[in-house]
C-alpha cells in the first residue's frame, strides 16, 4: 500500500526555538496533504489543508504564523511550530491523498513534540 | 458540533466473539466513510470504506454497515483478536480529497 513517512517520529525541543517536521509521501504523489494534531484522549484535530504549490489552507483557531506550513513538491510537506511553547506539545500527523484517488487518505507514523 | 460521532468511548470484548463498533453522522453531504485503527503513539492506518451508494463492505475478518437513512455505520470485526485492541476512528468525507472527519475514537480492548 501507499506509505506515507514523517520525520522526525520524535523531538525535544527548548521553549522558544522552532521544530520543522516533515511528511513526505513515498511511492505515489499527493496534490494535497493535511496536517492533524492529537491530543490525549481526543480526536484528531484538522489543523490545516496543504496543497501543492499554493498557500496552505488553515481550520479556525490554528495561528498559521506559528504553524508553517510549506508544500513545495507533489512528494513532500512540512509543518514548521515556530516559537514552541510547551503548550505545542502533541503528537502531529500529516496525512496524504493520493492525486487522482477517491479519497483514501494515507497517514504519516506521527511526530511527538516536547517542549521543554 | 460533532459532524461524527462516536458515542462509546470504549468497548471490551472477549477473543473469539464479535466486535460492533458504532458511529452516527450528521452532515447528510458526507458520501465516503472510512474505518481507522490507531495504536498508541502510531499514526492511524486504515482498515475498511465504504461509499454511500453501497449499504456494506467486507473484507476479511472486517464489515463496515452503513445505514443512509439513520445516518449510522458500525464496523463488526469477527472473531475479535487480542491484536485487535487498538482505538478506532470513523471518519467522513464528502466528494473524495476532503479532510476527513474523524469520530472520537472508540478504545478496543479485546481481552483474551
Known amino acids: 500500500g501507499a506509505v506515507v513517512s514523517q520525520h522526525p517520529s520524535r523531538v525535544i525541543c527548548k521553549s522558544g526555538t522552532s521544530v520543522k517536521i516533515e511528511c513526505r509521501s513515498l511511492?505515489?504523489?499527493?496534490?494535497?496533504m493535511f496536517w492533524y494534531r492529537q491530543f490525549p484522549k481526543q480526536s484528531l484535530m484538522l489543523m490545516a489543508t496543504s496543497n501543492e504549490g499554493s498557500k496552505a489552507t488553515y481550520e479556525q483557531g490554528v495561528e498559521k504564523d506559528k504553524f508553517l506550513i510549506n508544500h513545495a513538491s507533489l512528494t513532500l510537506s512540512t509543518l514548521t511550530v515556530t516559537s514552541a511553547h510547551p503548550e505545542d506539545s502533541s503528537f502531529y500527523i500529516c496525512s496524504a491523498a493520493r492525486t487522482g484517488g477517491v479519497g483514501e487518505l494515507f497517514f504519516g507514523e506521527g511526530s511527538r513534540l516536547t517542549v521543554l | 458540533d460533532q459532524q461524527v460521532k462516536q458515542n462509546s468511548p470504549s468497548l471490551s470484548v472477549q477473543e473469539g466473539r464479535i466486535s460492533i463498533l458504532n458511529c452516527d453522522y450528521t452532515n447528510s453531504m458526507f458520501d465516503y466513510f472510512l474505518w481507522y485503527k490507531k495504536y498508541p503513539a502510531e499514526g492511524p492506518t486504515f482498515l475498511i470504506s465504504i461509499s454511500s451508494i453501497k449499504d456494506k463492505n467486507e473484507d476479511g475478518r472486517f464489515t463496515v454497515f452503513l445505514n443512509k437513512s439513520a445516518k449510522h455505520l458500525s464496523l463488526h470485526i469477527v472473531p475479535s483478536q487480542p491484536g485487535d485492541s487498538a482505538v478506532y476512528f470513523c471518519a467522513a468525507s464528502h466528494s473524495g480529497n476532503t479532510p476527513l472527519v474523524f469520530g472520537k475514537g472508540t478504545r478496543l480492548s479485546v481481552i483474551a
Open positions: 511511492d505515489f504523489q499527493a496534490t494535497t
